[in-house]
């Protein structure tokens, strides 16, 4: 379900015929993008021409451009740009809009691209979200944040790459929630993988004063050359602008020590760029919590109790680790990537189809490549990688041995990361039971599920039956199975029994803490039971029990509360 | 959320303008006016000034429209729109080509217009390209507009482009390549030529209306002297069009209208206009939208919304503008109108961050108050980075652009400063600088 790019038609660009400058630090692709929005929109365009101060050059007059034509000159290499630019565009006849790259814009002279051009496109973008026809409509995407996101930038083309990265990533985490704040979390992370990129184009030398300014946050410097050298090179990236001795950070960067923006920025931005003062900044930025995040064993154990309920990210946790202070921080990018690379396939088609296996065993390669090169102390987590990759590819199937297997990789390599030399957290709480043990007991239940429904003779629900208890191995897997189960006495018509094994096995098991759902559901379980039974003196209980599930279900906001209300209306409860 | 199809805050279109009947008669007569005069070789200049965004361009469109109505037939109306254009030679260049694209309008609806005459407009864009070129270089350029001898009249125009560049029409090939040495033609002899060739297209019985809107934004850069003076040679220069017989129509904003000589006499402040037609203006813009769109703006919580900001709005503009926001990405109920506000102002100007906004607007007592530039570098915190992006955004602008002294936000900013109590008879227009 890949949506992207935001498509960007019909947009009407109210920029009349003029001259207007591109901002210096775009890059060509920049430029190409910009060219493809506007070029569309302008009234009275029929001719696009995209060229360099070179070829202007060298096309001169002969080229003739009419007053219906755009043209684009872009600044392939700043030495070809001519000292008079205004001077060169006269010359040139014709054009009647002319688009500018130079080595500097004057300033303010970019300030069309926000007050003309962005309320356009953020027009277009609540278009886009607005309709109920949208493939994403049902995922929120009417909280899409576009005026935060306008906040985040003067330059449409960056708000519609921070909007379409925020999409991105909310797509992937959908399981986590799609409301407004999801919404608006995804843009975080968007705006600070896209300020790593934006610092990425400086090199190393350049960066790390710049990153410094930009986490000082208006902190006084420590060091002044260091402080005007990176408000130099933010400005050449367009982050910031410089005057006097002061600076004034663009938008971007100044939400760059904010949570989600700080995270993203650490997981994405190259370890080269990091300097002590820029670390310590970040420390200091951190939330407590983020801050535990970093942490190794933390972060393992993070995957290893997120990954038996389904779809997570272990990308992000692993991610997460790339701000740490650890020397295989480029690996765990590298992983990373991956693992996100490898997120946006189709999961769940049996048999795995030629194209996913091709995908998965080529970034499994990569993988092994990074391994080889990656220094000793590093490979267990390239190990790890590897073993969520193949987790990744067989996680929707239904192929109980073949989860076992990638989910034991899993705990094999996680412990290996966290063994040697990394001290386990203080406190820590004893081990829960192995990964495999619990998949391979859940994933019998459903079996049992699909059997019980299916069965049709007594034979084959024993059979089942006797399945569900091999699949229990420890207190709370038997009280799920012991649902399945009663569900094969009721189904044979044994309500006793079936009302015996929910009140007896499951019930008081679910009553501890943390099996809410569990226990509303066992709850209107036995309440059914007992009103289907149809004795008078089972009502008060039938009653208690539908009025302690419906309390659970409306704290947790889950559809089975209606379901509830529908069960006391029909057996008339509601009345009494 | 409200999802107009159509809205447009920038929207001129002749349909869309209200009140200001007096003005547009005024406007009118003094065109109208122009077109009648028996004497072809007089023009007539008319300046319309008021604050951004008051309705300038909206009056002008009006007016236009009905010029273009009644006297297509022999009346060319150019309009040039300063805003991006870099410099005085870039805005003569785009009148040149105004004038080629009318003339040809008129040919393609079979007049008979001279090609003598469509040869000179060409020559002049071309020799308006040009600075200093070599002779030959300038000769072999403008080779392709020699039909241009055929222009009957009183042929001052080739006379002057010959007297001003060393430049005849009527050269050999052979004399043209044995030419050495250099001509320039500054932005002086751009303007005269254009004039000349305004005179011809007088007598050829065509009238020239020429509006150069937003000369305000030709380069809006005032914050030194040498950047004021670069402007005003500019500006001076284009003002020299006032020489040629055509009605020269200039708008501008109020702080700029300095510049403009005294002999141009025919000019107009436009006031404020009153909350009630703000309302007006904003349902005349929503006729053409869905009748959904039309009734949840028509419901009681938002058209008390829409009153309060237009009791709060200043001009036509501001008022446009934040409804669009709010309409569009927040809720129109007059409770929530002040957070709405501000999250318009942080993703409109996202260079300047709020907190710095609201220092700037803490300043003011009131959105007609002007403060010395210390008390605005006093909000920026003294941080030059700051206060020049309050300019280069114009969040703030001056009281008069040609001496910066004192300065106001933009009327979309009004809001921060304190909500202004509008009355039907509208506000009160701000102190005139000329």
């Not at chain 1, 790259?101 to 926000?114: H, V």
């Not at chain 1, 953020?122 to 109920?132: E, G």
């Not at chain 2, 000019?267 to 039309?294: C, N, Q």
């Not at chain 2, 007592?365 to 008390?375: C, F, G, L, N």
């Amino acid at each position: 379900m890949r949506l992207l790019p935001i498509r960007l038609d019909g947009l009407e660009i109210p920029l009349g015929p003029g001259r207007y400058w591109i901002p210096p630090y775009y890059t060509l692709d920049d430029v190409e993008r910009l060219g493809d929005l506007l070029a569309p929109g302008l009234r009275g365009v029929r001719y696009r021409v995209d060229t360099t101060w070179s070829l202007l050059a060298t096309m001169g007059r002969k080229a003739g451009f009419g007053t219906e034509t755009l043209l684009i000159v872009r600044m392939d290499d700043p030495v070809d740009v001519p000292e008079d630019v205004e001077g060169a565009l006269d010359a040139v006849p014709g054009p009647g809009w002319v688009f500018v790259q130079a080595r500097t814009a004057p300033a303010g002279r970019t300030g069309w691209l926000e007050k003309a051009v962005k309320p356009v496109v953020m027009r277009h973008l609540a278009k886009v979200a607005a309709d109920p026809g949208h493939p994403l409509a049902g995922l929120g995407f009417a909280a899409l944040p576009v005026p935060e996101a306008a906040a985040l930038t003067p330059d449409p083309v960056e708000l519609v790459e921070l909007v379409a990265a925020a999409i991105d990533h909310r797509t992937r985490h959908a399981d986590r929630g799609t409301a407004a704040g999801d919404w608006r979390r995804s843009l975080m992370v968007a705006a600070g993988e896209r300020l790593a990129a934006r610092l990425s184009r400086l090199p190393p030398e350049e960066a790390r004063p710049a990153l410094e300014v930009v986490l000082a946050g208006g902190a006084e410097p420590p060091d002044a050359q260091a402080f005007q050298a990176g408000c130099a090179a933010l400005e050449r990236i367009g982050l910031a602008r410089c005057t006097r001795g002061h600076e004034s950070l663009g938008p971007l960067a100044a939400r760059a020590t904010e949570d989600p923006v700080l995270a993203a920025l650490e997981a994405r931005l190259a370890p080269e760029a990091w300097t002590p003062a820029a670390r310590g900044f970040a420390e200091r930025h951190r939330p407590p919590a983020a801050a535990a995040a970093a942490d190794l064993p933390a972060l393992l154990a993070s995957v290893a109790s997120a990954f038996p309920g389904g779809r997570t990210d272990c990308a992000d946790l692993l991610a997460a680790r790339v701000g740490g202070q650890q020397p295989d921080l480029p690996v765990l990018r590298e992983a990373a990537d991956v693992l996100r690379a490898l997120e946006v396939l189709p999961l769940g088609v049996d048999p795995l189809p030629e194209g996913l296996a091709a995908s998965v065993v080529a970034v499994l390669r990569r993988l092994d490549r990074v391994r080889d090169e990656a220094p000793p102390a590093s490979r267990p987590l390239v190990d790890l990688a590897r073993a969520l990759v193949r987790l990744y590819a067989v996680r929707g199937l239904d192929l109980i041995e073949l989860q076992a297997d990638a989910l034991r990789d899993v705990d094999a390599a996680a412990d290996a990361c966290a063994a040697p030399g990394v001290p386990a957290p203080a406190g820590a709480a004893p081990a829960p039971p192995s990964w495999e043990a619990r998949v391979r007991a859940e994933a019998r239940a459903r079996h049992v599920a699909g059997l019980v429904t299916r069965a049709r003779s007594a034979a084959d629900q024993d059979r089942a039956i006797a399945l569900a208890r091999e699949a229990s191995i420890d207190e709370l897997s038997h009280a799920v199975m012991a649902s399945y189960i009663a569900a094969v006495f009721e189904a044979r018509g044994d309500r006793v029994e079936a009302l015996r094994i929910l009140r007896g096995e499951a019930l008081p098991v679910f009553v501890g803490p943390g099996n809410t759902r569990e226990r509303l559901v066992c709850r209107a379980g036995i309440a059914v039971l007992l009103l289907k039974r149809g004795r008078r003196a089972d009502r008060r209980e039938a009653d208690d029990l539908l009025r302690s599930a419906l309390a659970d279900a409306e704290a947790l906001r889950i559809p089975e509360a209606e379901q509830i209300r529908r069960i006391r209306t029909q057996a008339g409860l509601d009345e009494a | 959320m409200l999802l107009p199809d159509y809205f447009d805050p920038n929207a001129v279109a002749h349909d869309l303008f209200v009140d200001r009947e007096e003005e547009r008669r005024w406007f009118l007569q003094a065109i109208e006016g122009y077109l009648r005069l028996k004497d072809d070789r007089l023009g007539r200049a008319v300046c319309i000034t008021g604050e951004k965004g008051v309705g300038k361009s909206i009056l002008v469109g009006s007016v236009f429209h009905d010029i273009r109505e009644r006297h297509s037939g022999d009346t060319l109306v150019v309009e040039v729109d300063c805003r991006n254009r870099r410099s005085a030679r870039e805005v003569l260049v785009r009148v040149a080509q105004g004038v080629d694209e009318e003339l040809r309008s008129l040919k393609a609806s079979l007049q008979a217009v001279p090609e003598a005459l469509i040869a000179a407009v060409g020559a002049i864009e071309e020799i308006a390209r040009m600075t200093e070129v070599e002779l030959k270089t300038a000769h072999e350029r403008l080779s392709r507009f020699k039909s241009v001898v055929g222009l009957k009249g009183r042929r001052r125009l080739l006379g002057n482009i010959e007297a001003e560049g060393g430049v005849s029409f009527e050269r050999s090939d052979t004399e043209i390549r044995s030419l050495t040495g250099k001509v320039s033609f500054d932005d002086a002899r751009v303007v005269g030529l254009l004039c000349d060739l305004f005179d011809a297209i007088r007598e050829q019985g065509y009238n020239v209306v020429l509006h150069l809107d937003n000369l305000d934004e030709l380069r809006h850069e005032f914050l030194t002297d040498a950047d004021r003076e670069t402007v005003r040679r500019d500006i001076q220069r284009l003002l020299d069009l006032k020489q040629a017989p055509i009605a020269l129509v200039l708008s501008m904003r109020l702080y700029f209208c300095g510049i403009v000589p005294r002999e141009v006499s025919n000019r107009r402040i436009l006031k404020r206009l009153g909350a009630a037609h703000l309302v007006e203006a904003l349902e005349r813009r929503l006729a053409r939208e869905a009748p959904a769109v039309r009734a949840e703006v028509g419901e009681e919580p938002a058209r008390l919304a829409i009153r309060s900001l237009a009791d709060r709005a200043t001009t036509a503009l501001a008022f446009m503008t934040w409804f669009d926001y709010v309409a569009r990405w927040e809720v129109l109920d007059p409770a929530r109108l002040a957070p709405a506000l501000d999250r318009f102002a942080e993703s409109t100007y996202s260079v300047i961050s709020l907190p710095v906004l609201r220092r700037l607007a803490s300043v003011f007592t009131s959105p007609d108050e002007w403060v010395p530039k210390e008390r605005v570098l006093e909000a920026c915190q003294g941080n030059n980075a700051v206060f020049e992006q309050l300019f280069n955004r114009q969040a703030v602008l001056p009281r008069d652009f040609w001496h910066p002294t004192e300065f106001t936000l933009d009327p979309e900013l009004f809001f921060l400063i304190q909500p202004v109590q509008g009355t039907e008879a509208g506000h009160a227009a701000p102190p005139d600088p000329s």
